[in-house]
C-alpha cells in the first residue's frame, strides 16, 4: 500500500515472521516533489505481536509513525508543522 504526504510517498508492507508469531511492517519514504525529492528520510521498521494487534492496526501504527517522521522532517527543514 502507498500513499502521499507533504510531498512524500509512502509505502507501507506488512508480513508475518517466518513463525507466524509477530507482524513485520514496514515503510519506505521517498521524497517526491520539490524541496523533499532530495530528501533521505529514515525507513520506518516496527515488530508487532499478532497476539496484540490485528494487521489493520499494525498498518496504521506504522503509517502513523511515517507521517510523524515526515511532519518533524518539515518543522525542521521548512519552519512549518
Known amino acids: 500500500m502507498s500513499f ?7 509505502t507501507v508492507d506488512i508480513v508475518p515472521d517466518e513463525a507466524d ?4 511492517c514496514h515503510a519506505g519514504i521517498q521524497g ?3 524541496s523533499t ?3 533521505q528520510l529514515p ?3 516496527l515488530t508487532i505481536p499478532k497476539l496484540k ?3 489493520l492496526m499494525a ?13 518533524e522532517w518539515h518543522a525542521k527543514h521548512t519552519g512549518a508543522a
Open 4 to 10: 502521499e504526504h507533504r510531498g512524500f510517498r509512502v
Open 21 to 24: 508469531i509477530q507482524w513485520r
Open 43 to 45: 525507513e520506518v521498521e
Open 59 to 71: 498498518l496504521s501504527m506504522v503509517e502513523h509513525r511515517a507521517v510523524a517522521t515526515i511532519d
Open 37 to 39: 525529492a532530495a530528501a
Open 53 to 55: 494487534m490485528d494487521v
Open 32 to 34: 517526491v516533489v520539490g
